[in-house]
């Protein structure tokens, strides 16, 4: 991977769907909502909306979200800057690949 790019199907996102216990927070705090509930528990419903920002993971009560938050925040927002400024080869959708 060269420069700021996002690769679909590629995050560091991780749910332990298990240990969940539903409180819904993941989907409240989540930017993209890339959670949703499935029978009382948090599943992650739109990988490929995520942006490794991190508030998931800081706002779970219970500790079952891990992600490497920072990378695809800021490739996220350098995206979309570029798109905004229109600079040619940038897709919609903030990925660049």
Same mark, same amino acid.
């Given at each position: $991977? +060269? %420069? $700021? *790019?996002? !690769?679909k199907n590629v995050t560091t996102l991780k749910l332990n769907? +298990? =240990?969940c216990t539903g409180c819904g927070r993941c989907i409240e705090v989540c930017p993209h909502q890339v959670f949703a509930l499935e029978g009382r528990k948090a599943r992650i419903d739109?990988?490929? =909306? *995520? $942006?490794e920002c991190g508030a998931c993971a800081k706002n779970c009560p219970v500790? !079952? !979200?891990a992600v490497d938050a920072g990378v695809g925040c800021?490739? %996220?927002m350098i995206s979309e800057w570029l798109q905004e400024h229109n600079v040619p080869g940038i897709k919609s959708g903030g990925r660049c690949c």
């Open positions: $991977m +060269t %420069g $700021m *790019c996002y !690769i769907q +298990t =240990a739109d990988r490929d =909306a *995520c $942006m500790n !079952i !979200i800021a490739s %996220g």
